[in-house]
């Protein structure tokens, strides 16, 4: 079982940058593919980012590709999203979550979930 918990979430302004934190427990963290998803109010939660277990490949959604970034650094046990160019739609609550299953996008797919972080982008 493995604990993940994010951080970095704030209120921003269009345009601005925020860069999310998610750390894990245990010392398994590199035998882990990661994903990050998003979930704003009233809508579905929707995938964001999806890095390797060794940080060598990545996939993303294409309402972000080009803006958002995924990383991971296994000796420190933790998982990032630097997210540039923002807007209002980015508003959400963010999650990191372990890959279990086979599809990279799909929500069913990952297992342990953190709390969340809020991001707003305000106009």
């Known amino acids: 079982q493995v604990q993940l918990v994010e951080s970095g979430g704030g209120l921003v302004q269009v345009g601005g940058s925020l860069r999310l934190s998610c750390a894990a427990s245990g010392r398994t963290f590199s035998s882990y593919a990661m994903g990050w998803f998003r979930q704003a109010p009233g809508k579905e939660r929707e995938f964001v980012a999806h890095i390797s277990r060794s940080g060598g490949t990545t996939y993303y959604a294409d309402a972000v590709k080009g803006r958002f970034t995924i990383s991971r650094d296994n000796a420190k046990n933790t998982v990032y999203l630097q997210m540039n160019s923002l807007n209002p739609e980015d508003t959400a609550v963010y999650y990191c979550?372990?890959?279990?299953?086979?599809?990279?996008?799909?929500?069913?797919?990952?297992?342990?979930w953190g709390q969340g972080t809020q991001v707003t982008v305000s106009s």
């Open positions: 979550a372990t890959r279990g299953g086979i599809l990279l996008d799909s929500s069913g797919s990952y297992d342990n």
